[in-house]
């Protein structure tokens, strides 16, 4: 199999998603979009399957609470109870509305954290993790669409060509 | 263009003819210049208040808390009054981009970044505070809930002082992430124009190899807002624990119901009269006019006036309630008749004048969108913010039950050292970051830049007239 990729460049986020569905509608597959900023609709143009990282932010926030449950069980009410300002210690619901700052912190402390960590591992951004955006100016004003070519450049670049491309490339990619 | 419409009535965000590409050249201009002259003076001025302020730590944490002008009945003065003055202030960035994103304002995608910056960098002021007034700031571990060697004693989850704990690493760590998460796209793009290969090397590592597939982009907006809406109640959470360090006491004037709604909208007042304040000059230095325009000053005052008119509620509320209870005690709070005329008086009334009088000049449309008068006028509420939890602390803690027990707090000059050196602390920071981040959400106001971009927006209403 060929490695060879087509590169396209539009600099316009309107003619880009044209663009997009264009070569979607002719059944090629698009394997990549760069762009400089989010733009409304590309996902779904595309065909990306909804992110799920809401929902497992919110099950991150429900192990938050549990945890803090846990921990203001374990430490107020089982290991050393202590009675502080006539504050009930011996259940931890009779105590619990003094523990309510504290559950809530741990919620969003687990939810927010969480879930930014899943979305850098799911992406793959870290420190020290090299870029790979194939062109610098698609962090300008430049959006680069990827196409997988199979013997098939001439119609590609025709048809690319015609959405409204400024700048067509057939680049050997490297993986 | 109809994907990008926006009614004509609507004034530009984003001033003169730009393009996407001088939306980048603007924002990364700062960065790939040099400092001028003034920048150079600020920022020297700042490090030595800063020095000043460290060597005022150095000096309490050798000496003692008694190097403070402390007494038996003023057990905090300064020490608490700057630290929820600092944590006010860092209330307005997460607001701006927290709740204003949930309520789709475009207007604050100029101003999110460094509102944000700022939320941060006074979020580090206000927690040094509690850590230098444990004299032994070595001993700071033991408000986490760890095993220790004393037998298996914990840390007490009744109490607000360890609430406070919980809710300002919280916010801090995440904000810090919500805002270092914003920041990637914008580093990308300083790191794919730099020339120099150690500023690439940098802004490579700062931006954690960011890419901008169209993959990265859906999961990045979905993180924002979901990080949004945790951040809404965080904000909230914040202060409303703040104020239950007094609100739960018993003391007559701190043990008020209202504390935590009214220190959360003073919180906001205070945090955008910070923004105002930073951004009136930022804009100027940055050559970023044409971004922070007139009209985010204007909807940052509309803000602050609101705000500023719960908090006027609040007072009122406080000396209606402190009169009526027709108790004696009562008259010692700091919002009474008795801290009107007696010897705090010049604090009641700088609270009286700066908090609550001179805001009302926003209701000007005139002064409102004038820069330079937003300017004088957020100075005053940052002053009278700080004598407000000045008054709280110190007026309510003078007068005790006990009449012959009865003294006045009188700063030291390791006080206010301290204090100063904060401030120096703040403006480094936020110095040092407006000559190497991306002071301006630039990812995001690229996005906005067909609906609400002068140049736009005048080629669409050119289009209705044909």
Redesign the interface.
Known sequence: MSNKVIHAFYNDDEILMDAVKKVRSEHHHIEEVFCPFPVHGLDKALGLAPTRLAIASFMYGCVGLCFAIWMTNYMMIQDWPQDIGGKPNFTWWANMPAFVPILFEMTVFFAAHLMVITFYMRSRIWPFKEAENPDPRTTDDHFLMEIPVHNNEKELTALLKGTGAVEINIVEKHS | ?S??YEAPIREPLILGEK???DI?VDIARPIEGKANKNWYIAFYIALAAMLWGFGCIFYTVGTGIGTWGLNKNIGWAWDITNFVWWVGIGHAGTLISAVLLLFRQKWRMAINRSAEAMTIFAVFQAGLFPIIHMGRPWNGYWVL?MPNQF??????????L??DV??IS?YL??SL??WW?GL??DF??I???AVKPFQKKIY??L?????????????????S???AG??T??VL?VHT?VS?DFATSINPGWHSTIFPPYFVAGAIFSGFAMVQTLLGIMRKVTNLENYITRLHIEYMNIVIILTGGIVAVAYATEFFIAWYTASPYENYTYLSVGAATGPYKWAFWSLIFFNILTPQLLWFKKIRRSFIWSFIISIAINIGMWFERFDIIAIVLSKGHLPSTWWRFEPTFVDIGIFIGTIGFFFVLFLLYARTFPVIAQ??V??IL?SSGESYKKLRDGNHEQ
């Open positions: 263009m994907s990008h393009s996407y590409h980048t809930p037998g298996s004693l914990w840390v007490n989850f009744n109490s607000p360890l609430w919980f809710a919280t760590s995440v992430v919500f998460t990637l796209p990308a793009m790191r794919d124009r490579s590592l931006s954690f190899g960011w890419s901008g597939r169209a993959k990265d982009w859906q999961r990045f907006e979905e993180v807002l979901v990080l945790l951040a109640p965080l959470s624990i239950m990812a995001e690229k996005t067909k």
